[in-house]
């Protein structure tokens, strides 16, 4: 997806691993009876390479977390995102946690940053870091950010060999068909030729993510409205550290987002935090 923070040594970890899987939400009335459920996917993942922000919530279960519920709005172009997430199944994470990403930076707050930072609510740093002393903040968020256009997911499931249209169905008002199928990683992987070098890399991080979590085989639901967009994806599987199962619902797409960064002082640079700590060990 959220966002779980730890206090270690002063510092913040992330626990939540999830993922993304979707496209656009439209509207509009059901599609053509004609269109076959793998013509259906390949257009709403075909229509969603042009997105540039979106909107959507998120619920459901995460391996090694429990539940999850969040909402967020991201921007591609400018890239900025938002993100606020809760976790009720975790114990040590008391109320919404809110992530921001903007100016290449990234911000983390929420009532138990406060407890471990005495008093800040934020603790920043930069995008570049999610590899290093922030690492674990993709999997937080769903495994996605500005720098990944979500929608790239949707793509995977027209490799499925049991894709079928199941029935038209409404999704927050909004007239859908219905589709489903389930694939496994070596499918996944095999979507992977043919594709451009764009679609391909944001695919390929998607699958990292997968096999991070021991995920051998999803099932994915896939509900797209009128207009060959997504409108909703669930997906399902057993993982390593249990069973995964969440639905992103889409509440608008390319309608501007502005995300703005907290007030420095009460802002956490994590870069000065660990420089302190090492000092201090040293």
């Known amino acids: 997806m959220g966002l779980s923070v730890r206090g270690r040594g002063g510092a913040a970890g992330a626990g ?3 993922l993304l899987l979707a496209g656009a939400v439209g509207c509009g009335a059901e599609q053509s009876p004609e269109m076959t459920p793998a013509a259906a996917v390949a257009k709403a993942a075909e229509n969603s390479e042009d997105i540039t922000s979106l909107s959507f919530r998120m619920t459901g279960e995460i391996p090694g977390e ?9 921007s591609m172009k400018p890239q900025a995102m938002s993100m606020t997430m809760s976790v ?37 740093f930069d995008a570049s870091q999610m590899g290093g002393a922030g690492a674990g903040l993709g999997a937080d968020t769903g495994g996605f ?6 929608a790239a997911e949707t793509g995977f499931l027209t490799g499925s060999d049991d894709l079928e249209k199941v029935g038209s169905e409404k999704v927050d008002g909004v007239q859908t068909t219905h589709y ?46 009128g207009e060959d967009h997504t409108k909703q994806v669930r997906m399902r599987a057993d993982a390593d550290k249990g069973p995964l199962d969440m639905t992103i619902t889409f509440l608008d797409f390319n309608q501007p987002v ?21 000092t201090a060990e040293s």
Not at 145 to 150: I, L, T, Y
Not at 193 to 220: F, H, I
């Open 66 to 74: 429990g539940r999850v519920e969040g909402e967020a709005a991201m």
């Open 258 to 278: 502005t995300v703005k960064a907290p007030p420095a002082d009460d802002t956490v640079d994590l870069a000065e935090m660990m420089k302190e700590l090492e």
């Open 16 to 18: 939540l691993a999830a």
């Open 180 to 225: 489903k199928g389930t694939l496994t990683l070596d499918q996944m992987r095999e979507s992977l030729k043919g594709e451009d070098k764009k679609t391909r890399e944001m695919r390929e991080k998607s699958l990292e993510q997968y096999e991070d979590m021991g995920v051998d085989e999803l099932a994915m639901d896939m509900w797209i409205d």
């Open 145 to 150: 950010g500005p720098d990944k256009n979500p």
């Open 88 to 124: 009720p199944d975790d114990p040590e994470l008391q109320g919404d946690v809110e992530m921001r990403m903007v100016g290449g930076q990234v911000y983390i707050g929420g009532e138990a940053m406060a407890e471990q930072m005495d008093g800040k609510s934020w603790m920043k």
